[in-house]
């Protein structure tokens, strides 16, 4: 009698866990989808303040040694010149 109560359990809990999965998994693909819905409803409204971001990522990058200074500086300048650029087209 018992193994057939265990083996009983173990079907049941080896459903449930799998029903659980996939739960978890279905909220996860809605959140994802959500999340992407929302972000190209809103879009991306400051470009200039992506430029600024990249600008300190880029900088920290330098810091860390991961970019070297020529690199730097290149990444830099053309930033700068695309945030000048922007600026001066929406005045």
């Known amino acids: 009698?018992?193994?057939?109560?265990?083996?009983?359990?173990?079907?049941l809990l080896n459903r449930s866990a799998w029903e659980l999965f996939g739960l978890l998994l279905a909220?996860?693909?809605?959140a994802w989808?959500?999340?992407?819905?929302?972000s190209w409803w809103t879009g991306d409204d400051d470009p200039a303040e992506g430029d600024h971001e990249l600008l300190?990522?880029?900088?920290e990058l330098n810091?860390?040694?991961d970019l070297t200074d020529d690199e730097y500086r290149n990444i830099k300048g053309r930033l700068v010149e695309r945030m000048r650029d922007a600026s001066?087209?929406?005045e």
């Open 88 to 90: 001066g087209t929406s």
């Open 63 to 65: 810091r860390e040694g």
């Open 27 to 30: 909220i996860l693909v809605m």
């Open 1 to 11: 009698m018992d193994s057939i109560e265990n083996s009983l359990w173990w079907k």
């Open 56 to 59: 300190m990522s880029i900088r």
């Open 33 to 38: 989808l959500i999340l992407q819905i929302r």
